[in-house]
C-alpha cells in the first residue's frame, strides 16, 4: 500500500515537490550539505535525466519543479544518494547531535539503516499551464523572503530566482514550460 496520497501520473509534465530533513533539521545552513544536492541536480541534468524549472534550498527542506521520463525514479535516486552523501558529510564532521537527531527520527520500518534524512513522500503537485508554474515559481522564490532571509528573492544564494530575473544562478534551470 503507498505511504502517500500523492502520485505521479505525469512525469513529463512539471511537478511541484518538497523534500523535507527529518525532524526539521537545519542540515543545509552548512553550504557543503546544499552543494550536494546542487551537484546533485546539476548531474541529473547533464545526464538528461531531469529537466529542472525552479529551486529553492532553504535550511531543513527544499523545494523543485522539475519533470522526468521516470519522474518517480529520479526523485528516489536524487534523495538516496543525497540521504548517503550529506550522513557521509555529517560523520566525516563528527557531528553527533545531528546524527543522533537522524537515527530517533529514523522511521521503525527502516532497519536497514542507521539513520534517515529525508522524511518520507515529496508532495508531487502536477501543475498544469504556465500560471500554476509561475504561482509555485512565485512561491518556492519568495520562501526565504516570507521567512525574513532575505529582501528580494534574487539574493537569496540557492534559488533560481537569479537565473529568472537574467543573472547567473548556482545551476542552470530551464525556463521553457
Known amino acids: 500500500m503507498p505511504r ?14 518538497t523534500c523535507t530533513v527529518v525532524g526539521w533539521l ?16 546539476r ?36 534523495r538516496s544518494f543525497t540521504a548517503r552523501r550529506i550522513i557521509d558529510l555529517l ?3 563528527a557531528h553527533r547531535s545531528f546524527l543522533a537527531q537522524l537515527e530517533r527520527h529514523r522511521d521503525a520500518e527502516r532497519k536497514d539503516r542507521p539513520y534517515q534524512l529525508w522524511q518520507d513522500g515529496t508532495h508531487p503537485q502536477l501543475l498544469q499551464g504556465e500560471a500554476m508554474v509561475r504561482q509555485k515559481l512565485e512561491y518556492i522564490h519568495n520562501n526565504p523572503v516570507r521567512r525574513g532571509y532575505v529582501d528580494d528573492p534574487v539574493h537569496w ?5 537569479r537565473n529568472y530575473a537574467g543573472l547567473p544562478g548556482l545551476i542552470e534551470v530551464c525556463t521553457d514550460w
Not at 157 to 161: G, H, N
Open 4 to 17: 502517500s496520497r500523492y502520485q505521479i501520473h505525469h512525469p513529463s509534465e512539471p511537478h511541484f515537490l
Open 26 to 41: 537545519p542540515v543545509f545552513a552548512q553550504p557543503e550539505a546544499a552543494q550536494v544536492v546542487l551537484d546533485s541536480l
Open 43 to 78: 548531474f541529473l541534468q547533464k545526464e538528461g535525466r531531469l529537466a529542472l524549472f525552479g529551486y529553492c534550498i532553504l535550511e531543513n527542506h527544499l523545494h523543485v519543479i522539475a519533470s522526468a521520463e521516470d519522474l518517480v525514479k529520479e526523485v528516489a535516486e536524487f
Open 91 to 93: 560523520k566525516a564532521w
Open 157 to 161: 544564494r540557492y534559488s533560481s530566482a
